[in-house]
């Protein structure tokens, strides 16, 4: 069983890592396996070519910043943690184009995301936070994915490096969250249930 982070911040060693950290160590003391990728700041956007969609390749085809090693991980992982700090009141951009890429190529043909579960946090100076975690949620809700959350809302406050560690709160927030995810992967793996059929939903681009 394995749950694979991505931090969404350029920054090395930060405040979204520490807040990773945190999470991971309550993941890895249930013996779930736990992997951060941080593909920093160079990352190339989605140019919606649709080439990973049209030939269920999987993989984008800008094969040059990482992002595929990151689709890897997540088709094989069995929960996805997303983190990124706040940048003008929302996702920060090199985050952004990682997720595009990833809906499209491993969620949006035959959705390999599908009943993985799912957790965000976000790091930030004063505010934007609530906007930031429920974009992060809402990317993984159009996936189809299984949400868990912690006992409150997956901000933490801190914006030199270092200084989330003073947010007590948001980092027993995010601690407790590494917990919950680890212990519904653990649920899903025990169940014998069979999973409800998968079905491709219909597109429509609402042109008339």
């Keep these: ?33 736990f992997q951060v990728f941080q593909p920093g700041a160079k990352v190339r956007p989605c140019m919606a070519c649709y080439h990973c969609l049209n030939t269920g390749s ?45 809906m499209l ?33 809402g990317t993984m809700d159009a996936m189809e994915m ?8 997956g901000v933490v406050h801190g914006a030199d490096p270092g200084e989330a560690a003073r947010d007590e709160e948001g980092m027993a927030v995010a601690a407790r969250l590494g917990r919950d995810m680890a212990w519904m992967v653990k649920v899903l793996h025990e169940s014998k249930l069979p999973a409800p059929e998968a079905a491709q939903r219909p597109m429509m681009n609402f042109i008339r």
Excluded: F
């Excluded at 979204?16 to 779930?32: C, D, N, R, S, Y």
């Excluded at 491993?106 to 799912?118: I, M």
């Excluded at 930030?124 to 930031?132: A, D, I």
């Design 1 to 33: 069983m394995k749950i694979v982070a991505i931090n969404g911040s350029p920054r090395k060693n930060g405040n979204t890592a520490l807040v990773l950290e945190a999470a991971g160590k309550e993941i890895q003391a249930t013996g779930v396996e």
């Design 58 to 102: 999987l993989r984008c085809v800008q094969d040059v910043d990482g992002v595929n090693e990151i689709i890897a991980a997540c088709i094989k992982a069995d929960g996805i943690l997303l983190a990124s700090p706040v940048y003008h009141g929302g996702i920060a951009g090199g985050m952004k184009c990682v997720l595009d890429r990833l």
């Design 105 to 137: 190529a491993a969620g949006c043909g035959v959705n390999q995301l599908r009943h993985k579960v799912g957790g965000a946090l976000c790091t930030l100076r004063r505010s934007g936070g609530m906007e930031t975690y429920q974009q992060l949620l």
């Design 146 to 153: 299984i949400l868990m959350t912690s006992d409150y809302w």
